[in-house]
């Protein structure tokens, strides 16, 4: 490629004749780090073998320097791109990754450039391996194994061994669902701490929050538990009766309770993934047809919307969904929310992507807006996809923010997110693993997916 000369200054050693992959130079953006709330106006990213060698303030004055692309932000701002910490990759029974490789665009073409997918299987080792490597575009995927659940645990030492396996096998993460009982959850947590893999997900009813906290719950998924821990000690739940997450027993809710759990959080340093969007959408009151009109469903196959619009009719049709039960529910939500991030606790972006509505990456948008109505400032609402993931896989010096050194990694937008959260919904472009990808190769993406997509 024919190299290109532009003004600004750079360290000597650039020059000192070192060969990389690629060297990008990205132009008169302004750059929301994430390092506090400063915005730097008017700066130069200096990207070289897929790591940030430098940022800077550009004025005339500045010698010339060359590299391989150029890219002119004209005014735009770029910021770390974002997480989503509660994904789940397609599995293909015929071996297929198509549905695999178009989530990876997907996220990417609303600038998530990290996930975290929570029920594992051996293909996404395998996918990620490719995406490591370059052999695959896509966001970088940290995945759990498989659910460990009342069908897949049978004992203390079996559930143990399925710790071994599971690290062994290369999962970043191990997934807790229900039905797992409280002597199988403490070997689960022992043997998990002796190997070093993090663990968390569902609170089985038989374990509870406080248990739940106590074993070492690196993240609770959906703020599950809370609710139930807030419940009268002598109240016994039937889950028959009680309504998806026991919805129906938000009334019984002793909001008291919640400073001691709070503070439990907070001592176990156990993170929340909220998962907003996904109570919204699969068990809120707008109906299943509804959401089946949003304009991203276009990117999924017609028979997975379809089995979506099945299940949430399936609960409208038992009357679980009224208004009358799901508004209180979805407030107490909202509020819960809100006080555990009041109180410090660290939440990730997280919206359980492809679930029912949630189409991977859109879903995102629809998180962050959630959590904007709940009263949190666009600024941790930006943490939570950039920051705060970063430092719950122990990466916090590696990525999450736009700085000297690490990953380049980050999304073009026309706006200041900070002042407009609806910008991130239109990115001009991606930076990711130091490969730009221009806004019409995003788009190139999306329209091939969704015609492979067409609805007969």
């Keep these: 490629m024919k190299l290109q000369k532009l003004f600004f200054s750079l360290v000597a050693w650039l020059f000192a004749g070192a060969v990389f992959a690629q060297d990008i130079l990205v132009l008169n953006v302004n750059i929301v780090t994430m390092d506090g709330e400063e915005v730097l106006e008017n700066q130069a990213i200096y990207v070289s073998d897929g790591y940030i060698k430098d940022i800077i303030p550009q004025s005339p004055q500045t010698p010339r320097m060359t590299a391989d692309l150029v890219v002119d932000g004209r005014g735009a701002y770029v910021y770390p791109g974002l997480a989503e910490f509660h994904a789940h990759l397609p599995v293909s029974n015929d071996g297929s990754t198509q549905l695999q490789e178009e989530s990876l665009w997907l996220y990417l073409a609303n600038g998530v450039l990290r996930i ?31 659910s460990f659940n009342a069908n897949s645990v049978t004992s203390p030492e079996q559930a143990a061994q399925m710790v071994r396996e599971q690290k062994a096998a290369g999962y970043d993460h191990l997934k807790i669902h229900p039905g797992v009982e409280l002597d199988e959850m403490w070997e689960i947590s022992k043997t998990a701490k002796e190997l070093g893999i993090p663990f968390g997900g569902h609170v089985p009813l038989a374990v509870g929050i406080d248990n739940a906290l106590a074993s070492g719950f690196k993240s609770v998924e ?19 009766t009680s309504g998806p997450f026991n919805l129906k027993l938000v009334g019984e809710v002793q909001m008291e309770k919640l400073p001691a759990l709070i503070q439990e959080t907070l001592d176990q340093g156990t993170y929340i993934a909220p998962t907003l969007t996904l109570f919204d959408r699969y068990f809120g009151y707008i109906p299943a047809d509804e959401f089946r009109k949003a304009p991203e469903m276009k990117y999924l196959p017609g028979p997975l919307i379809q089995q979506w619009v099945n299940t949430k009719k399936q609960l409208e049709r038992a009357g679980m969904l009224d208004e009358a039960n799901v508004a209180p529910y979805l407030a107490f939500r909202r509020k819960l929310f809100m006080e555990l991030h009041e109180a410090g606790v660290p939440m990730i972006l997280a919206s359980d992507s492809p679930q029912v509505f949630n189409v991977p990456g859109f879903s995102i948008q629809h998180e962050m807006a959630l959590m904007s109505e709940a009263g949190m400032s666009n600024y941790e609402i ?74 007969k």
């Design 116 to 146: 975290r997918s929570m029920l594992g299987h051996p293909t996404h080792v395998a996918l990620r391996s490719k995406v490591n490597s370059g052999e695959l575009m896509g966001p970088r995927v940290f995945i759990s194994g498989p």
């Design 382 to 455: 930006l943490k939570t996809g950039s920051v705060v993931p970063a430092q719950y896989m122990g990466r916090e010096n590696e990525w999450g923010m736009i700085k000297k050194g690490m990953a380049a990694d980050f999304v073009m937008v026309d706006k200041n997110p900070l002042e407009d959260l609806k910008t991130l919904q239109n990115p001009k472009g991606v930076m990711m693993a130091g490969e730009w990808l221009s806004q019409e190769k995003l788009q190139a993406e999306l329209d091939r997916i969704e015609n492979n997509h067409i609805r």
């Design 222 to 240: 959906h703020m599950d538990g809370y609710m139930e821990g807030l419940l009268p000690d002598d109240l016994e739940i039937d889950i028959t």
